[in-house]
């Protein structure tokens, strides 16, 4: 099983700051097969980049990813008050899927 | 617009049953895989169960292996999540979620069905 872990826990900023947020694997995630979503209290989680780097669909250009084998990360280059939340990246290069533990970008 | 909406959730005894039901729309249902994704109270989230779009492949967590059944009706567009021998430790919201273009990140959640499992 590949484990993610996922840092900082906690990420406190202010808006208009940029926020850097980590995904380690346990072990080489090939092909980049790795997600980001974010999730919002009482809400369903949102899809933002998938295959490392790779946009949704409606996603704005702040939200980066980048990475590769077992360092990943995502990037938010300007904090908007919407984009305080908790944030989860996700492998699926191999069975199980799982999951990392969550950053929560909070309010400075 | 992509629609998944989850039923069945509810309050049941430890060991007892549930069938969660996911009711999908806004997109070709029979080309996709879908899955099964849990958040417990307070926690992170948990993968549990993928279903290959023609359904001749299933995917388990290992918590819930033997326990659970994934299966879908693609003439009803509608994922199942039979749940079996439920603990307390199955507590949580369940998201159906739709798997994005042949891989398994997921592009589409529904907004969750609550299984509280307690006496």
């Known amino acids: 099983e590949i484990v993610l872990t996922q840092s900082p826990g906690t990420l406190s900023l202010s808006p208009g700051e940029r926020a850097t947020l980590s995904c380690r694997a346990s072990?080489?995630?090939?092909?980049?097969?790795l997600s980001w979503y974010q999730q919002k209290p009482g809400q369903a989680p949102r899809l933002l980049i998938y295959?490392?780097?790779t946009r949704a669909t409606g996603i704005p250009a702040r939200f980066s990813g980048s990475g590769s084998g077992t360092e990943f990360t995502l990037t938010i280059s300007s904090l908007q008050s919407e984009d305080f939340a908790v944030y989860y990246c996700?492998?699926?290069?191999?069975?199980?899927?799982?999951f990392g533990g969550g950053t929560k970008v909070e309010i400075k | 617009e992509v629609y998944l909406v989850e039923s069945g959730g509810g309050l049941v005894q430890p060991g007892g049953s549930l069938r969660l039901s996911c009711a999908a729309s806004g997109f070709t249902f029979s080309s996709s895989s879908m899955s099964w994704v849990r958040q417990a109270p307070g926690r992170g989230l948990e993968w549990v169960s993928t279903?290959?779009?023609?359904?001749?492949?299933?995917f388990y967590a290992d918590s819930v292996k033997g326990r659970f059944t994934i299966s879908r009706d693609n003439s009803k567009n509608t994922l199942y999540l039979q749940m079996n021998s439920l603990r307390a430790e199955d507590t949580a919201v369940y998201y159906c979620?739709?798997?994005?273009?042949?891989?398994?990140?997921?592009?589409?959640w529904g907004q969750g069905t609550l299984v509280t499992v307690s006496s």
């Open positions: 295959d490392a780097s």
């Open positions: 996700q492998q699926y290069n191999n069975w199980p899927l799982t």
């Open positions: 979620a739709k798997s994005g273009s042949g891989y398994h990140y997921f592009d589409y």
């Open positions: 279903l290959s779009a023609n359904a001749d492949s299933t």
């Open positions: 072990q080489s995630v090939s092909s980049s097969y």
